[in-house]
């Protein structure tokens, strides 16, 4: 059985920096659960971040994949850089997905390091920029298949695709 690694917060956990969760009761995400093959993970609090920590955004209007190539970096508002925690919960969730054998994730969206399809821009204003989170860009980097709580049809399609019989090792 393939199984999935899923962002915490969506799962209930109140993981995120304010110390709140998101908690996703989709359908599919539901029957996933049932079946056993969600792996909870949040990489933040992987890397050590405390419950409640200040928000962060990726500097700048880039995206994680320039901050794991060393041309952007993650920061608080008072420009408390925490670059390093982020690539570090980047590492540790995409050890964990190969670990566990796992080509799909399904990560929030939004967050500087869950971020799969938007991210901020690095001012605090809320304002949202297309890009991908430092974990998601390393997760895909990895050869993990990302989508955000937005696209678990498509997940769920992938996810048919490669228990197909045909594909089963
Ligand atoms: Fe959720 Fe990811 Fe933020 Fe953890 S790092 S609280 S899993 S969005």
């Excluded at 500087?112 to 809320?126: E, T, V």
């Excluded at 297309?130 to 990302?146: E, F, S």
Aim: aromatic letters at 4%; charged letters at 20%; one cysteine or more.
């Amino acid at each position: 059985m393939q199984h999935i690694l899923v962002s915490a917060c969506l799962l209930g956990e109140a993981v995120r920096y304010n110390g709140s969760d998101r908690r996703c009761d989709e359908p599919i995400l539901l029957r996933w659960l049932a079946e056993g093959r969600v792996v909870p993970f949040c990489p933040e609090v992987a890397a050590g971040a405390p419950v409640p920590r200040p928000p962060s955004e990726i500097a700048g209007a880039k995206s994680g994949a320039d901050v794991l190539v060393g041309r952007a970096r993650v920061v608080e508002p008072d420009g408390n850089d925490v670059t390093g925690l982020f690539i570090q919960g980047a590492e540790l969730t995409l050890a964990r997905a190969h670990e566990r054998g796992i080509r799909i994730a399904v990560l929030k969206e939004g967050s500087p390091s869950c971020g799969s399809d938007l991210i901020y821009d690095g001012n605090f204003s809320g304002r949202r920029l297309p890009g991908a989170g430092v974990t998601a860009a390393r997760m895909r980097q990895g050869g993990i298949a990302v989508f955000s709580e937005n696209r678990l049809a498509e997940a769920d399609a992938l996810l048919s695709l490669l228990e197909a019989p045909s594909n089963q090792s």
